[in-house]
T-cell receptor, first 115, second 115 residues
């Protein structure tokens, strides 16, 4: 099993540009989570999906952020337009099943730098 | 709202010694899970150990064990026979069983292993 795959691993962009982060969850996992990690706020959940449907997007900071999951094997997190304060490491995680007993498996993260 | 607090921003230990990382949490729920995740310099989030709140027995995984005190809402991690590869950020996390399916993380403890 390849684990959760995220791309790109690093992204450097200029303020105002559109950024798209990609995630491929572990095959068979029903839940997909997007987290953001910063020094100031630590790890925080942005949004999560169940069976490709967004369930809770209360952590999405503002309308500049959007996430989609068009199928069970792919999700995107888009920032448009990007701002320097969006610089962070973005993690995708997936989990199998409805019970919290199932472990969330994290991808390697995407380090985003907005200049 | 649930919160997780790690009061030790940094800890250090001599190789082969034992170290304990502290974590407290605040919740009104009775059924939940607690986790310790390790984040080495590679940024990968790795599950170290998990504890179900309904279990009285403390979880153990090889050199890693927890001291779960439900009444005190305390969940500490003990690392025995510390190894250089244990050096990392350690995050305590909480997840309620019913309702919102999301991890709430503490701010992390940076563990240094001295050779």
């Amino acid at each position: 099993d390849a684990g959760v795959i995220q791309s790109p691993r690093h992204e450097v962009t200029e303020m105002g540009q559109e950024v798209t982060l990609r995630c491929k969850p572990i095959s068979g996992h029903d839940y997909l989570f997007w987290y953001r990690q910063t020094m100031m706020r630590g790890l925080e959940l942005l949004i999560y999906f169940n069976n490709n449907v967004p369930i809770d997007d209360s952590g999405m900071p503002e309308d500049r952020f959007s996430a989609k999951m068009p199928n069970a094997s792919f999700s995107t997190l888009k920032i448009q337009p990007s701002e320097p304060r969006d610089s962070a490491v973005y993690f995708c995680a997936s989990r199998q099943g409805v019970f919290s007993a199932d472990t969330q498996y994290f991808g390697p993260g995407t380090r985003l730098t907005v200049l | 709202a649930q919160t997780v607090t790690q009061s030790q921003p940094e800890m250090s230990v001599q190789e082969a010694e034992t170290v304990t990382l502290s974590c407290t949490y605040d919740t009104s729920e009775s059924d939940y899970y607690l986790f310790w995740y390790k984040q080495p310099p590679s940024r990968q989030m790795i599950l170290v150990i998990r504890q179900e709140a309904y279990k009285q027995q403390n979880a153990t995984e090889n050199r890693f064990s927890v001291n779960f005190q439900k009444a005190a809402k305390s969940f500490s991690l003990k690392i025995s026979d510390s190894q250089l590869g244990d050096a990392a950020m350690y995050f305590c996390a909480y997840e309620v069983i019913q309702g919102a399916q999301k991890l709430v993380f503490g701010q992390g403890t940076r563990l240094t292993i001295n050779p």
